[in-house]
């Protein structure tokens, strides 16, 4: 089982509409919970961070963290085609390390 | 810019070369890495350099070498290596709080090519 898992995609949404991004983690004792965008031939870039329970909003981004099931999501209201994107969930685990996923590709439409 | 710089943007090398990646980070930090971007796959942390003390993933060849001489300056010493060592080599630094690993900030990141 993957540590930190994330769909791969491509995932495809129209501008203006709202892109849903998923990852599960599998630590229990993570702590902490990190979403960074790639664009293609970049380096990651920190868009958001979490670490209780609930919603966290910056703007467009929304990042959403459950720890009863081991899920965190960002969501990005109104998609534009800047934000076409890999987008890589990171997970601080107990262990203290941090542990990314593979990376879901976002395209929006325009 | 991240306040994080990585020199050489490209890199491609023989299997008998030898080579280093510079990065420089000028944020204050107190942690340094490298990390391994492979196409399809999860970066993959190869060393951690944290107040002076080094922690490595056991899984990286002995021909990477890193070192750190100061808090602000990160080398990675590549030699003999193999062509399935072409990635995108990435270095970052943070700012550690009791042991945890917080924000990355990433450098450019060097593209190596192994011939």
């Known amino acids: 089982q993957k540590e930190v898992e994330q769909n791969s995609g491509p995932l495809s949404v129209p501008e203006g509409a709202i892109a849903s991004l998923n990852c599960t983690y599998s630590d229990r004792g993570s702590q902490s919970f990190f979403w960074y965008r790639q664009y293609s031939g970049k380096s990651p870039e920190l868009i958001m961070f979490i670490y209780s329970n609930g919603d966290k909003e910056d703007g467009r981004f929304t990042a959403q963290l459950n720890k009863a099931s081991q899920y965190v999501s960002l969501l990005i209201r109104d998609s534009q085609p800047s934000d076409s994107a890999t987008y890589l969930c990171a997970v601080t685990g107990s262990a203290r390390q941090l542990t990314f996923g593979s990376g879901t590709q976002l395209t929006v439409l325009p | 810019e991240t306040g994080v710089t990585q020199t050489p943007r490209h890199l491609v090398m023989g299997m008998t070369n030898k080579k280093s990646l510079k990065c420089e980070q000028h944020?204050?930090?107190?942690?340094m890495y490298w990390y391994k971007q492979s196409a399809k796959k999860p970066l993959e942390l190869m060393f951690v350099y944290s107040l002076e003390e080094r922690v490595e993933n056991n899984s990286v060849p002995s021909r990477f070498s890193p070192e750190c001489p100061n808090s602000s300056h990160l080398f990675l010493h590549l030699h003999t290596l193999q062509p399935e060592d072409s990635a995108l080599y990435l270095c970052a630094s943070s700012q550690q709080n009791r042991g945890s690993n917080e924000k990355l900030f990433f450098g450019s990141g060097t593209q190596l090519s192994v011939l």
């Open positions: 944020l204050g930090h107190n942690a």
